[in-house]
């Protein structure tokens, strides 16, 4: 036991796995991007899920992260037996003071924080959970993922560009809400987050989806707009018609022999059929085209019905994490640099760049 | 205007060296005083390049390899003037001139054209990220050079004096180290804030990460005897090419989506 206690605390062994993990580091560098295929996926999960799913079956590209874990372990147990050891050197009773100096405090300091930073990694590598690509329309909600009781309301996207079209702004107004109420609102953005125990949610891109099918009724100077949702059939007017939809083909084109059928399922190019009625009363009915919107207008009681389009409504692509780490990664990475700073500015000629007796 | 005052620089670097590489012995009192004029006149031209940069594209200039070639060899020239007032030591600088003068050269021939920096960009974590990893990276450079001149002299210098270069060689990593880490803690709250991770498994952060343990073990080698002197002044150099590998190695030579 004591010849083990010793071989960890010897420093040459942590000069040592610093070069051998370097190298192995070094490996895993140039693997990284040489074999996208089998690492690429590695930051789209939790560390450890992803090691032993995809890294196990993918061992040729990802052998140096196993070892990288290894050669770790070995220095971890390499730092904390230092430190105690330190420890109990400088805090042994009747030792002289001189024992306990600035630099031996900050050094273990330094090797605590890191120790804590490395637990950190470890509770986010195993815990948690990453999601992407959630989609909320604007005006709606959708939970939090392993929360029961959070969810997500987009009140409001505001996106703009610039005359090249770069990206000027992609601002979300997102609510976060806990039993109807809410408990947090923010203007989510690139680099700005919304935090909340332990959750995080970003907005990654924007987009829009078609939600109803718009019609224009018009005549007698005035007009009313009209829309019918797209997975519903049919819709009365305020000024008492009834549009009722014969046909829908989504992505209309025509086949060799010129029949008509849908190219997808997604609303490229809508063809319609539409029927009105007023009452009961069928009155007229006809076919309107997107890309000809003007050409096939329906015409009854003096009145004129065109399809200009589609409405279409907004949404903010969003992932949510939650990493319960990252707050120990915090805490052990501020005592670490505040205590390597502290090294830097303790007095004494050697704290300076240069010993300064030496050069006269 | 820019690349007026860039060459400038450069034409000063370079003849302040050449009266430097004159003079090695220090004799030479008159020559050594122009050369150290020449110098400073080329930091401030140097400055300015930086500052007219600055102002051209409302960010620090760390975007592209064209600003950063400016920042790296600017921090370096601020790190000799340092050594130079406060310590007047200068020997170092006939290896670190040479890394500036190279990189400004690098730098005018590359594309100096000004881009809108990416949204996900435009933030001060990145900012200060990417200026302590330079500063990092500018002392790393001057404590090989150290470890060059404690090589050099081994056989012929005084114990003083290898003892001057061996404390610079320690002093410089533990500062560029401190610099090194705090700029590895910005990247990864500022990518914490960016898109929900603080560490990428890509190449440019593996190559960081390879650097940081690299210059723990350096450092390390204080509390060995055997290490010290000769071995550790080998390591100081080893890490300057490590250095370069992470900065300029992974992007030329790697596909990375750190995209530098
Ligand atoms: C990743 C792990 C480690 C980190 C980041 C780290 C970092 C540091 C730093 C920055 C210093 C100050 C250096 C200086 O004053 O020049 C230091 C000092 C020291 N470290 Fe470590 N270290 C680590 C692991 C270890 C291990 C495994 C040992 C075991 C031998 C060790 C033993 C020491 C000792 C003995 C000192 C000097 C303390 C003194 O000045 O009295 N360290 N460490």
Redo the contacts with the bound molecule.
Sequence with gaps: MKSIWKF???????VV??LLITIDVLTGTILLSSSPKALGTIDLEIFFYWLFGTGLNNLTASWWIFLLLALLVL??V??????V??IVFMFRPRRDAARI?P??I???A??L???IG?LGHLVSSASGFRTMDNRLFEGSSIPIPQSSELSLRLNKLDVAFTKNGDMLRMDAYLSLIRDKRVVKDKVVRLNEPLLYQGNAVYITHHGEAPESMKFELSGNGTQEIIKIKLHERSVTTNWGYTLKLENLIPDFARDSKGKAYSASKQFRNPALEVKVYKGEKFLVSGWFLLKYPNKTPLAFDGLKLVFPGLAYRPYAVLTINKDPGTVIILSGALI?II??IG?LFIKGEEMELVKRQTLK | MTEIFLWLSIAFYGAGFICHVLDQNGSRHTLQRVSTYMLILALIFHTIVLALRVMETGHAPIAGRFETLLFFSWSIAVLNTILLFRYRLRTTDTLTIPVIFLALLLAAFSDSGVYRLPLALKTWWFEIHVVTSFFAYALFTLAAAAGAFYLLKEKTGTGTELGIYQNIT?RS??WG??FF?SSMLLGAIWGYLAWGSYWLWESKSAASLLL??YY?GV??T??LKRWRGKTVSVMAIVGFALVMFTYLGVSIFLKSTHGM
């Excluded at chain 1, 960890?8 to 942590?14: G, H």
């Excluded at chain 1, 390499?78 to 430190?83: D, G």
Aim: aromatic fraction near 16%; charged fraction near 10%; charge should be positive.
């Design positions: 960890f605390t010897s420093a040459r062994l942590a796995l610093s220095f971890v390499n730092t904390i037996v230092c430190t050891d330190s100096k630099r031996r900050l050094s273990q330094i090797h924080g890191f120790i490395l670490f205590s390597l090294l | 320690y990593i533990l180290f401190t880490s940081w343990f723990v450092l390390h204080r509390m």
